[in-house]
């Protein structure tokens, strides 16, 4: 075999195992290309929709009365029967209790109990008529093992007997709102006060009225705490078992036959703070149905940034009696709210000022926008000027949205490997085969 065939042999073996190779790369940079062009955006909508979704009429509770709500918006996320009108049992001795606080200067004043609140009256901690406890000690007697001859010693210290007392619950409950409310004793046994009730939402209403009160608040939290009655301590263990969830800060458990189990829950879980109600559940429904409503919202829910005042969201138009101009307006303070992942549609409304005129001023407001959630307004915020300007200018704006964002990254590595391994197949043809002589 000649040395020129020979080199063509090898020169042909050497471009098809160039070719074989070039072959295996592309199909290698086409999967590579496609894994990660897909895994950027993949990886954020599995960080946003990682929650267990469950639609809302899916939801139900043994009780037959309930509603949960967020604290400090007053959202109300599920409700059942909300305005039944219901027996409410212990829950009654939350109004007593800030009733109680409200009314009395030192809370470590020791008081004697009268005949009247003596007894154990279904309770298990007994009073005896003449033992001594300080005011303290009978409002946790009355919220944490849910004594009722606290509350009537409690409601005849403030008042002087229970009946005026029940005056100061019924004047209490109108003022909060809750206005389908009717008291008629202090600790909500209800055998003999057939018209002794109110409903969910009125409880609802009460509860958060109470925890804007530290007192209140710090009380319901305790799982179990000591007191004294005649010197001697006796030990209380909350009847809210559900304070063995890290997350469930309170409120108060009740029970009679006419009223069933209920139960009104306080939580607190990355700062989202909810607030739910069960009347006339079942022995084991009341803690089944608060949990269920508290995590559905906690695994359905996000509390996030709507508004972000650093962006501008809208543009308005000013002039003078030479030229015009366009500014940029943002929001006057950021936005955050609960919203529903799987449900909840955000909708934006923008009211711009007609006839802005020169010079734009640093913070004011130029027009607002209204924020929707499916149909309903929840808020309005006025968007603001943060430039300052005397006369019409020239404006360059570079738009990043944020969908270039996320691309950017992906495509910047795949260009950068193409080039590596386009380099590393260029610099191999260069280079000549080795001949064997």
């Known amino acids: ?74 959202k109300i996320f599920w409700e059942k029967n909300p305005d039944k009108l219901m027996y409410p049992a212990s829950t009654t001795k939350i109004i007593t209790a800030i009733i109680a606080i409200e009314n009395i200067k030192d809370l470590n004043q020791k008081v004697k109990i009268s005949k009247n609140a003596s007894g154990s ?65 202090a600790n909500g046994l209800d055998s003999n006060f057939p018209s002794h009730k109110t409903t969910a939402r009125d409880l609802l209403k009460i509860t958060s009225y109470c925890l804007k009160n530290d007192v209140f608040r710090e009380i319901v939290s305790l799982k179990k705490t000591n007191i004294h009655i005649n010197n001697k301590e006796i030990e209380l263990n909350n009847t809210n078992t559900l304070l063995d969830y890290d997350y469930i800060k309170g409120v108060k458990t009740g029970y ?18 909810l607030i739910s109600v069960v009347l006339n559940s079942s022995s084991y429904g009341r803690n089944y149905d608060s949990l269920r409503l508290i995590n559905w919202v906690y695994d359905n829910f996000i509390n996030k940034k709507i508004i972000d005042s650093k962006y501008p969201v809208a543009r308005a138009a000013a002039k003078n009696n030479y030229s015009s101009a366009y500014f940029d307006l943002y929001p006057e303070k950021d936005f955050n709210l ?17 006839n802005i005129s020169f010079p734009i001023e640093t ?56 080039f590596l391994i386009f380099t590393i197949i260029i610099v191999k043809n260069f280079v000549k085969p080795k001949l064997n002589y």
Do not use: H
């Open 256 to 273: 009679t036959d006419n009223a069933g189990y209920c139960l009104i829950t306080y939580s607190n879980k990355n700062g989202t703070e």
């Open 363 to 418: 913070g004011i407001s130029y027009g607002k926008m209204v924020i929707y959630v499916n149909e309903d307004k929840v808020e309005e915020i006025n968007l603001i000027s943060k430039d300052s300007i005397k006369s019409p200018v020239m404006i360059q704006e570079i738009s990043k949205t944020n969908e270039l964002n996320q691309l950017r990254v992906p495509l910047i590595l795949i260009i950068s490997f193409y």
């Open 121 to 185: 009256n279904n309770s298990r901690i007994s009073f005896k008529k003449g033992d001594e406890i300080t005011l303290m000690d009978l409002l946790k007697a009355a919220l944490i093992e849910s004594t009722n001859n606290a509350a009537v010693a409690l409601a005849e210290y403030v008042s002087g007997d229970v009946e005026d007392f029940v005056g100061l619950m019924n004047r209490k409950a109108k003022e909060i709102g809750a206005l389908n409310t009717k008291f008629e004793n």
């Open 338 to 354: 609960l919203i529903n992942n799987s449900e909840d549609k955000i909708f934006y409304n923008y009211i711009i000022q007609d």
């Open 1 to 74: 075999m000649t040395l020129l065939n020979r080199y063509k042999i090898q020169n042909k073996s050497f471009i098809k195992a160039i070719l074989k190779k070039i072959n295996f790369f592309v199909v290698f940079l086409l999967l590579f290309s496609l894994i990660l062009y897909f895994w950027f955006p993949a990886a954020n909508i599995y960080a946003e929709t990682n929650y267990r979704i469950v639609p809302s009429n899916q939801i139900d509770t043994v009780a037959t009365s309930a509603i949960i709500q967020d604290y400090n918006s007053g």
